[in-house]
């Protein structure tokens, strides 16, 4: 039989190397900026999509990949077992579309087993899903004992981010206007959270220094009350910021993984330039 198989959407932040260490199949999002359709795969030029997001006043649009492009990444991974894990589904149509498709290739192949994650997160929170998946399947774990442990990961896992503007969620009116330019001025830098796949406000602090500061004595407090074997820390082309947030608290996770690594693009137009995402 051939191995676990994991796919993804692009919500889940990886670099080239380590998505073809863990053989994980990408669905990607696409990302209209400024005029111009990217499609989030590895041939996407980052820099490019930075800039379009600059100098547009218009929404960035995102849009989530078909059932049909699914279910051709389910068949042509040839696997009898297949995790398929997506973005939270209370910010994107992602999961409903592995949905349909998931249902669609169970009614052809009735044999195999698939099981659809929502991972409840995004960016470094699909990332970890998807490594634990990964890990699991390594150390011989049969794939119902993963899946139940992966459902419960999602369930519990926490997911921060600080974002260096807000001049995204203001062109997509996630934020009133007034109150997102007040934000900026201020350098006012927000600590937002996932709860329960949604987003909400958790702290907010003067300057992104004092906000990396808060948000590590709350990773810290998560890790001595649960243990984490595995912390992400995704950055939106800020690499200075997450090595810090590592010194802050690697002395407190010498029994965890601390995972850095670059957002793709759908992460970026989240996080936008300069912003980190923190998961565990």
Do not use: W
């Not at 380590?18 to 990302?31: G, H």
């Not at 459902?151 to 109150?179: C, H, V, W, Y």
């Amino acid at each position: 039989m051939k191995p676990i198989k994991i796919i993804t959407d692009t919500s889940a932040d990886f670099t080239k190397e380590e998505e073809k260490a863990m053989d994980i199949t990408y669905v990607p999002f696409t990302i209209d900026a400024g005029g111009t359709t990217y499609v989030d795969d590895d041939d996407l030029d980052i820099d490019a999509l930075y800039a379009d997001m600059a100098k547009t006043d218009e929404p960035i649009r995102t849009g989530c990949p078909s059932p049909f492009s699914y279910k051709e990444a389910i068949l042509a991974s040839g696997a009898e077992e297949i995790f398929v894990v997506t973005i939270t589904s209370k910010l994107s149509g992602s999961y409903n579309a592995a949905q349909s498709a998931v249902a669609e290739v169970l009614r052809e192949h009735p044999e195999k087993k698939i099981a659809l994650i929502d991972s409840k997160s995004a960016s470094a929170g699909t990332a970890n899903v998807v490594s634990l998946i990964y890990k699991r399947a390594e150390e011989g774990k049969d794939f119902d004992a993963i899946e139940k442990e992966i459902r419960e990961f999602a369930d519990k896992q926490s997911t921060f981010f600080i974002l260096e503007s807000m001049d995204n969620l203001i062109k997509n009116g996630r934020i009133p206007k007034l109150a997102g330019k007040a934000v900026n001025v201020l350098n006012m830098k927000p600590i937002m959270r996932g709860e329960d796949g949604a987003i909400g406000l958790f702290q907010i602090n003067r300057g992104f220094k004092k906000s990396l500061a808060k948000l590590a004595k709350e990773v810290i407090k998560i890790n001595a009350e649960r243990g984490v074997e595995l912390i992400t820390i995704s950055h939106s082309h800020a690499g200075e910021k997450a090595k810090l947030f590592k010194e802050y608290i690697q002395d407190e996770f010498q029994n965890a993984r601390i995972h850095i690594v670059q957002t793709k693009g759908l992460s970026s137009v989240y996080a936008d330039y300069g912003g980190i995402v923190v998961a565990l």
